[in-house]
């Protein structure tokens, strides 16, 4: 039977069952170079004096300060060196008065002595020339002065921090105890694998114990990994008997929407309570919050990035609740850069703010780079449907916001990645397809667009500045990329005009390499007399668009299609044949007022430069157009 979602529960009522959970903190030891960040669970007095004895502070002479008092620069005191005294001893002579005993910098003062002279202001002859005066204790260091034998350091429930460490360590304490929370982590799925493992057909690395385990980490938990767990209702029971055993909370992550694997409610539900199944959020909606084998669990969503929302937004605040661990959350108020649209639940939103503008990060709940891409989020309540562009948002940030040199808004390509390496620019990349750079362009958001549109009449990028109704960029003539035919190794195709007969994956329509796609399959049409309709009806395969590269290269490693058109380097990073088609014009796009600002020239200097050359990858290539600036009326320089 398949489960249907309970009524939604709101975050509120969802706040109050998790207030309603009783949970002690454990108390663990743990070394003093594993502690920042944790929460000390016992006062720490010291056993010793720090420094244990009296040290000179200074490389010097040990004197008596008053055999001193009438030294100067032009009349300095004679006094008679005795012995030198290393640090690391316990130095068993007397000085007496006109002595002086030779010290290095930490070491015990001998007996005597009282006072250290720098070394700068004296000079060996037969007997040791003094320049300067000392007072008595001047330079030395004395025993307890730092912290006394008996003294409280450190007060029971202060959060510890690298500088406390030092304090640990200086009264010999090696362990530690801090308030712990066993935290186990489980993670659901018959297609996850153990990152560091290979991976094989229909299988994906497991995200979450990983990034939930790290979580759990930073709020002062003790993460307990119990790895992956199959689909597999008394194998995912069992073990959650055992973390009941010993964890004071359990995280699941997967099998808590609704399809017919997803079975976490249902065995919360029969070894334990369920106490909501949805809750009214964005992303996160299906996670379940109970107790199970009695103790408190919390089944977070598969995708990653709802399961470390709810974690952040349910989890985190509880766990740090026990362990005394603080979170200073920062907030911003900034623009929209674009308008946004929610639907019915309360949305937290994971946005990047770049000059003070916010860009929603598109990439859905599905993806992990959703967060690791942005810099905090916004909260859209339920009942609003827009956010404009230009409305102020309160943003919660996440950790420091990065200040770019330059802003890209466009298409990404691995030879960008090379370009920033070559430029030594510190570049914020925003991935929003070519027409979504044009678009920040004209809006006056981006400071370079990537760009490679290829209009019907064969030229690319130009066409489409005009069809934007931008007017006042140059347009930066970038490098070439292969295109063609992405096969496997056993493949018979040869050449274009084998996709007829071939099972294809195509590209989605507006992508470059779908126009490329039907400019080569209407010559073909004209060649045969027929139309292109009629044509491509009878390629197999003509309607599936895939949506990226990555995505041709997938279906054709896969068997799912035969041939699909792309560009060499995925081909070849995925052990993929290439039969090279065209080179496709992979250009930038600039606000012309930025042309002399730092960060651009840097830009151009870099793609023009031979070592940008010969860095790009496999099937990108730079040309003579290379760095080639045009400027507006931009149909002046077509032919
Ligand atoms: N028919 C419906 N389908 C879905 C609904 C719905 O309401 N009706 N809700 C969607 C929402 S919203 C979310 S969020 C997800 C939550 O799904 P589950 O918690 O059931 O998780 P799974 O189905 O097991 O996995 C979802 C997705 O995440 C991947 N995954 C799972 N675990 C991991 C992991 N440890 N590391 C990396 N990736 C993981 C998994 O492979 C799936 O791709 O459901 C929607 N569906
Ligand atoms: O709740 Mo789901 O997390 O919207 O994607």
Known sequence: MRKEFRKLVTIDEANKIIES?????????????????????????????????????????????????????????????????????????????????EIATGAVMPAGADAVVMVEYTRSDKDLLIFRPVSINEN????????????????????????????????????????????????????????GSKLNEGKIYDINSFSVASAVKECGGNPIRYGIVRDDETEIKNVLKKAAERCDIILTSGSTSAGSGDVMYRIIEENGTVLAHGIDIKPGKPAVIGKVFGKPVFGLPGYPTSSLTIFNEFVA?????????????????????????????????????????????????????????????????????????????????FGEVDIPDLLFVGSHCLGLDTLIDVA????????????????????????????????????????????FGIRDAVLVKGYLREQGLIVRKDSKISRFEDIIGARIINRNTGSGTRVLTDIKLREIALQRGISFE????????????????????????????????????????????????????????????????????????????????????PGLRTYERTGEIIRMPYSEIRK
């Open 21 to 101: 959970f009783d949970i002690q903190p454990g108390i663990t030891e743990i070394k003093i170079e594993d502690s920042p960040g944790r929460v000390l669970a016992e006062d720490v007095v010291s056993e010793v004096d720090v420094p244990p004895f009296n040290r000179a502070s200074m490389d010097g002479y040990a004197v008596h300060a008053a055999d001193t008092y009438e030294a100067r620069e032009d009349n300095p005191i004679r006094l008679k060196s005795v012995v030198s005294i290393p640090a690391g001893i316990n130095p068993e002579i007397h000085v007496g008065r006109g002595e002086a005993a």
């Open 140 to 195: 030395v260091m004395h025993a307890g002065s730092d912290i006394m034998v008996g003294e409280r350091v450190l007060k029971k429930g202060t959060a510890l921090s690298t500088r406390e460490i030092g304090v640990l360590a200086a009264t010999g304490r090696r362990a530690v105890k801090v308030y712990g929370l066993d935290v186990g982590i489980i993670s659901t799925g018959n297609e996850l694998e153990e990152p």
């Open 317 to 397: 605040p509880l766990i740090r609740k026990i362990t005394g661990e603080k979170e200073e959350k920062t907030h911003i108020n900034a623009k929209m850069a674009v308008r946004v649209r929610s639907e019915g639940r309360s949305q937290l939103l994971p946005v990047g703010v770049i000059r003070g503008r916010v860009y929603p990060v598109e990439k859905g709940s599905g993806a992990i780079t959703t967060l690791a891409e942005a810099d905090g989020f916004i909260e859209i309540p339920s009942e609003v449907e827009m956010v404009e562009a230009g409305e102020t948002v309160s943003v919660t940030l």
């Open 424 to 467: 030594s620019l510190k570049m914020r990349v925003i991935n929003v397809g070519s027409s979504g750079g044009l678009s920040a362009i004209r809006n006056g958001t981006a400071d370079i667009a990537g760009v490679h549109l290829l209009d019907e009449s064969g030229e690319y990028n130009i066409p489409f500045l005009e069809r």
């Open 534 to 617: 009629g044509l491509t009806e009878n390629i197999d395969g003509y309607h599936t668009e895939a949506k990226t590269h990555s995505a041709i290269a997938s279906a054709v490693k896969l068997g799912k299609a035969d041939v699909g058109v792309g560009i060499r380097t995925v081909a070849e990073l995925n052990g993929l044949d290439f039969i090279k088609i065209a080179d496709e014009e992979y250009d930038f796009v600039i606000p012309p007022g930025l042309l002399e600002s730092s960060g651009i020239k840097r830009f151009m200097e870099a793609l023009r430069s031979q070592e940008f050359s010969e860095k790009l990858p």
